[in-house]
Each structure stands twice: as structure tokens, then as C-alpha cells.
């Protein structure tokens, strides 16, 4: 056990867990506090390195990805750029403000201590400051103990007063579906894969494993999207086999050119566009719910030219298990023969988070709702000297994760105040009814609808004006992006 051994190797005011793009985002913005950030992979982007195919693209234009202080060199290109062109992007940008030299590379996080509260490592649960108020990021004293382990078996211990845990919802811990005794992957004789597996293949080996193969693949969100396409492009000619989707639950999916644009007109443009009535595609619940949930997928441009040459075919299923020589639909009782499984169920983000978290504050991030209670997407109120980055989802994640590393690092320089706990525990809760109230999808803690209150709020609550443009036409007229918080100081 990492608590075994306790000698601290360094004391620093402020740990960061992650270089994915919110840790990037996060170190930018506490740089001046010489933070010493623990990354578990060989180099910084989080998913864009470990969680992307050799096809993953950005599902916007770069402009809508980028920070307000360091433009894309061709961010008027309307191509949605490849997972390497963000890994380049985001290697220029740590570059250019000297970032890497706080980055502990392959250093794994494998527990975390309280030491702060009454001196003995005990916490008054009913407030973290006096008084009800939240009290100050940094107190001046260690608040937190981090074990991590290097390349190696021998354990290291850290001590920060503030921890920024910016591991993300996705990768690291893939999803995986039970099945009754008997009845799962066990009797299959074919092979089953996760998809985040398959992303440690090279182009060659992927096509490899696919080719000439019966595939199916369970989901319909964009990971599967992606998975389809790289099936048919393995199966082309006379001897490749088409891949089937397995599909659950049916998300809207846009065309490429799409741009965010939502209108009570958009399900009948998409129905017009796209051959979603030809497949059993157009879903039950109205476009508005998964805009606000973050759940509609672009599709490539070859997604359903391949379904109409019958390389991606679509079989609806609620329920389903293994056989030996593939699945079982349980709904109507019809089988699926295959030879390879390629599972795009998603991550299991909570768990990473409960592995390294101690309690009591592990259950402080558990709710009824399913919804991780933060306040502004960063603080949870009963959680002193943390924070997260990179929980929420909008249209544009980067800029959602920069906006509120910005709003931390002012935090920590005591810049604004908090309200008091209880009144940031009010706004908890109201935020996830309003989400309720929005989307029946409202579990995966989407902004998109209310991404402009929420920026606005930001900004007024730092003391800063939430009206970014240069004219009242502009503000009412033109959208906004991420240079329009370029100067927030």
C-alpha cells in the first residue's frame, strides 16, 4: 500500500492530476504558482492520444477549439482537424508558454490524503470555513497528501494545499455491459475488444483485425460512427463482410457542415439530408434534448454512402447477449453471427475518481441525480482545497475547461469570493433542475443550451464584463467564440 510509506518529496501549493486539454487549460492559468502536475501517459492530451482512432476528427472547425490566447496558424480552414493536428496544437501551445517543465510524465496518481481541518486529518463536514463560508483556496498550509508511482514499483508522496483533479469522464477505465452467468463474452468464440483497445492499434493492425471479418459493434454515439466507417474501409471488394451496429438508444446524428445552428426546423432539415427514415434512424425525442445533453454525433462524409453499398447495416436492440458464434437479440429473439465484437460503450469517468478520492469526499461527489455536484462546473462546496476540471461538457470543451481555469486561478489569487456553502449548494441544485427540466439525457452535465448565462455568469461573479464584443450590434449579432475572452484580466 502506498500509505505504508509517508516521506514527503516535495511540498508545493497547488497539484494538478492530468495533462489532458482541462489540465493544459488548468496549468496555463496556475503556472504562476510553480504547480507540479502528475501525468499518468508519456505526453499531454488526455484522450486525443489515448482514446482516438487513426480517423478521429474534432467535430467542429479548429476556430470553435482553441484558447483565446493562442489562435490556430490556419484557424479560418473550415476542415475539421485530425486527433494529431490537436496533439500538434496542443504541444505548440504548451511550448509556447513553457508548460512542459511542470509535467511529470508517466507518473500514475495511486492515492490521495486529507491532512488538513482540525490538524489531525479530520473534517468538519458542515462547513470548510468559518462561518459557512467556503474559506481560502490556498491556506497557507498542506491541506493534501498525493501518492504516485513513477515508472517503477517505489511510491512517492507529495503535499499541495490545493488539488486540481482534471482526469477527465473519458478513457482509462472503459464501460463494460454485465451479463447474466453464462451468457456473456466468456462463451463467445470469437474475439471481443473495447474500443478503447482498439485505439492502441496501429492503421495496419486495425485494418487487419477487421478485415474479412463479421464485426459487430454496440453503440451509435460517435466512437461507434468512427468504429463503422474504419470497418467498411477494411471490407471493401468481393471478400469484405459488412459490420452491423447494435443499437440501443438512438441519438440525432448531423451532417459534417453542420454548425450548431439549432431551430424548431433543424429535425425536418436532418430527416431531408440525411437517410435517417431509410435505416430506422430518426429518434423518438426531439433534437433539442440531445443538443442540450452534448449527445448528437457528426457523421464522416462516407458514414452512409457505406450503408447504402451495405457495408453498415443497423439492427435495433435493447437487450442482447453472447452465443458462442456471436449474439442474441433478446427483444425478438433473432441471432447475429460474428466473428469480432467491438464494444463503443463508453468510460466509466466516476470510478476514476472514486479509486484515488478518500472519503468522506468520494460520497460528497455521488447525487441522486447522477450529476457530479459542482458549482460553476469546478468547486464542489463540501470539498475544501479542490477542485475539477473538465466534468462538464458543452459545444466547445476546450473554451468551457480555459473559462474556468481562468475563473479558478482568480479564485486562488483571491481576486472575488465565493458565496457562502450553502448558497452555492442552492445553485447546485437548481442548475440540475433546470438540466432536468431540458433534456431527459441530463446526467451527462451538458451546458450547450445555457453555454452563453453560464459564460456571462463567469465572468460577472470575477468582476468582469459579460459583454465581450467591442459594439451592442456585435453582441447581439455575431456569435461568440474564445477570442472574445482574450483579455480577462
Known amino acids: 500500500m502506498a500509505s505504508q510509506s509517508r516521506a514527503v518529496v516535495r511540498s508545493s501549493k497547488v497539484g494538478i492530476i492530468g495533462a489532458g486539454v482541462s489540465g493544459v487549460a488548468a496549468l496555463k492559468q496556475l503556472a504562476h504558482y510553480d ?188 466512437s461507434a460512427i468512427d468504429l463503422a466507417v474504419e470497418c467498411a474501409q477494411a471490407n471493401q471488394g468481393p471478400e469484405g463482410k459488412p459490420c452491423t451496429m447494435v443499437i440501443r438508444t438512438l441519438h440525432w446524428t448531423v451532417p459534417h457542415y453542420w454548425r450548431h445552428a439549432v431551430s424548431k426546423f433543424i429535425e425536418s432539415y436532418l430527416l431531408h439530408k440525411l437517410p435517417l427514415q431509410k435505416y430506422g434512424l430518426n429518434p423518438d425525442h426531439p433534437f433539442v434534448e440531445d443538443y442540450a445533453s452534448c449527445q448528437m454525433a457528426i457523421t464522416p462524409n462516407d458514414f452512409f454512402p457505406e450503408a447504402d453499398k451495405g457495408n453498415i447495416l443497423f439492427k435495433r436492440a435493447s437487450k442482447w447477449c453472447f452465443t458462442t458464434t456471436g449474439l442474441q437479440f433478446l427483444d425478438d429473439n433473432t441471432r447475429l453471427d460474428a466473428d469480432l465484437v467491438l464494444l463503443a460503450t463508453g468510460y466509466d469517468g466516476k470510478k476514476k475518481l472514486t479509486d484515488i478520492i478518500p472519503e468522506p469526499f468520494r460520497s460528497f461527489l455521488e447525487y441522486p441525480s447522477g450529476v457530479m455536484p459542482l458549482y460553476r462546473g469546478t468547486i464542489n462546496p463540501l470539498i475544501p482545497n479542490m477542485a475539477f476540471v473538465g466534468y462538464i461538457e458543452s459545444v466547445a470543451n476546450l473554451h468551457t475547461a480555459e473559462l474556468r481555469s481562468i475563473w479558478l486561478a482568480r479564485l486562488a489569487d483571491k481576486k472575488f469570493k465565493l458565496p457562502k456553502v450553502e448558497k452555492m449548494c442552492e445553485h447546485i441544485s437548481q442548475e440540475i433542475e433546470i438540466m432536468k427540466k431540458t433534456t431527459r439525457f441530463y446526467q451527462r452535465h451538458c451546458i450547450s443550451t445555457y453555454s452563453i448565462n453560464h459564460s456571462d455568469e463567469i465572468c460577472e461573479e470575477m468582476g468582469l464584463s459579460s459583454w465581450r464584443k467591442n459594439s451592442f450590434l456585435a453582441e447581439a449579432l455575431s456569435p461568440y467564440g474564445s477570442q472574445d475572452y482574450k483579455h480577462m484580466e
Not at 117 to 126: A, P, V, Y
Not at 189 to 206: I, N, T, W
Open 35 to 222: 504547480p507540479v502536475v502528475f501525468e499518468a501517459g508519456d505526453c499531454i492530451g488526455g484522450v486525443w492520444k489515448s482514446c482516438s482512432y487513426h480517423s478521429t476528427k474534432l467535430q467542429s472547425p479548429r476556430k470553435d477549439y482553441e484558447f483565446a490566447d493562442f489562435p490556430w496558424p490556419n484557424r479560418d480552414d473550415p476542415t475539421f482537424p485530425s486527433h494529431l493536428d490537436i496533439l500538434d496544437y496542443l504541444t505548440s501551445y504548451a511550448h509556447r508558454f513553457d508548460l512542459f517543465k511542470y509535467v511529470n510524465f508517466n507518473t500514475k496518481v495511486v492515492e490521495i490524503r486529507f491532512v488538513g481541518g482540525d490538524g489531525g486529518g479530520r473534517h468538519d463536514l458542515h462547513q470548510t470555513g468559518g462561518d459557512g463560508e467556503y474559506g481560502a483556496l490556498l491556506p497557507g498550509r498542506p491541506v493534501w497528501e498525493v501518492a504516485v508511482r513513477p515508472n517503477g514499483p517505489i511510491f512517492q508522496w507529495y503535499e499541495f494545499e490545493m488539488l486540481v483533479v482534471c482526469t477527465g469522464k473519458y478513457g482509462d477505465v472503459p464501460k463494460i455491459p454485465e451479463f447474466p452467468q453464462k451468457r456473456g463474452p466468456e462463451i463467445f468464440k470469437g474475439k471481443v475488444m473495447h474500443s478503447m483497445d482498439y485505439c492502441k492499434l496501429d492503421k495496419e493492425e486495425a485494418t487487419e483485425l477487421m478485415r474479412g471479418k463479421k464485426v459487430a459493434i454496440i453503440g451509435f454515439k460517435k
